[in-house]
């Protein structure tokens, strides 16, 4: 449906709802026809990618074993402390299965100046279908829908939540194609506050799965990928960083890592003046490899951002309406 032209790149689909200029608009900001993340770019979490594939890649490629009770999930949710890989899983899932993908942020959807959100949503949902197989990601989709009836509840937020029901209804018939495959839209949402989100959401969105913190072992290959493109001394010890660094997010050990791999450029340029750094050669600069050195003074800096007591309100949760 979305296959490329003679110069390789997608083809522009004709749209043929009622908001063309609005239909434009979510081509030009959300559309992702080639996210370029695969599974072995997202550190450790087996078990989400495993229940990933099997709720969302597998219908993709055995549709015809997905029919009746095994019918595809009508939408998935992804939930956990922030900075855990969500968005690069949902990334992975669209690669993987070689749809088009959405990438739409709350506040895309929630924004009065573009005119009725509900008008938003209903156009991306018509979007989908017309790029089938696609993937629509919402990412924060607890501040577009939280828990209708809360105080300070707008009749416009209520009016949003009740479209992206109705839509996230639809997805299951959207139709077939030309040649008479299914119209695949798949729904994929993410949340650091689960138990924000509105029930009926939740209902809507049958598979619930926890990203947690990485483990001991994800830590080390989270590690090694974010060392890839520096060089690294022989006595940094990836082993004791990955322990030293327990608690920490996927977001967190990046910037552990980014912050281990500057110190040799601030050791550098220290004491220099503007002019004097500005004429360093650059291979003088970047000479240095990345030392255990470098890790110690970076875990000084770089702390936990997940507290124990937001870990166990997510597990709570997960034992209350997880799915996995």
């Known amino acids: 449906m979305n296959g490329d032209s003679e110069d390789g790149k997608p083809k522009k689909l004709q749209y043929e709802g009622p908001d063309p200029d609005l239909a434009a608009m979510l081509e030009r900001d959300v559309l992702e026809t080639t996210p370029g993340v695969r599974w072995d770019d997202v550190a450790g979490l087996t078990e989400a990618k495993r229940l990933l594939e099997e709720a969302v890649v597998l219908p993709l490629w055995m549709p015809e074993y997905f029919q009746g009770i095994r019918r595809p999930w009508k939408g998935v949710l992804m ?82 939540k009740s479209e992206l029901l109705v839509q996230v209804d639809g997805v299951s018939n959207s139709g077939t194609n030309e040649d008479g495959s299914r119209k695949i839209v798949m729904v994929l949402a993410a949340t650091n506050f ?57 977001d967190d050990l990046t910037n552990v890592c980014r912050d281990a791999s500057l110190n040799g450029m601030r050791r550098k340029i220290a004491g220099k003046t503007r002019d004097e750094i500005k004429s360093m050669p650059k291979d003088e600069i970047s000479k240095d490899p990345v030392a255990m050195c470098d890790f110690e003074e970076a875990l000084t800096k770089v702390q936990r951002s997940v507290s124990q007591s937001d870990i166990e309100k997510h597990e709570k949760w997960f034992q209350e309406f997880g799915s996995a």
């Open 194 to 250: 689960p138990w924000d989100i509105d029930e009926a959401l939740r209902r809507r969105l049958e598979k619930r799965i926890y990203i947690p913190l990485p483990s001991f072992e994800s830590r080390k290959e989270l590690i090694r990928i974010n060392l890839k493109t520096v060089e690294v001394a022989q006595d940094v010890d990836i082993d004791e960083v990955a322990r030293r660094t327990e608690g920490y997010s996927g």
């Open 79 to 160: 939930f956990g402390p922030p900075g855990t890989g969500k968005t690069l899983l949902a990334k992975a899932v669209a690669t993987e299965c070689g749809t088009t993908f959405f990438n739409v942020s709350s506040a895309t959807l929630a924004s009065k100046w573009r005119g009725e959100s509900e008008r938003m949503v209903r156009c991306l949902f018509d979007l989908a279908r017309a790029y089938a197989p696609s993937t629509i990601f919402i990412d924060e989709i607890d501040s577009l829908c939280n828990a209708r009836g809360a105080s300070g509840e707008h009749e416009s937020s209520r009016r949003v």
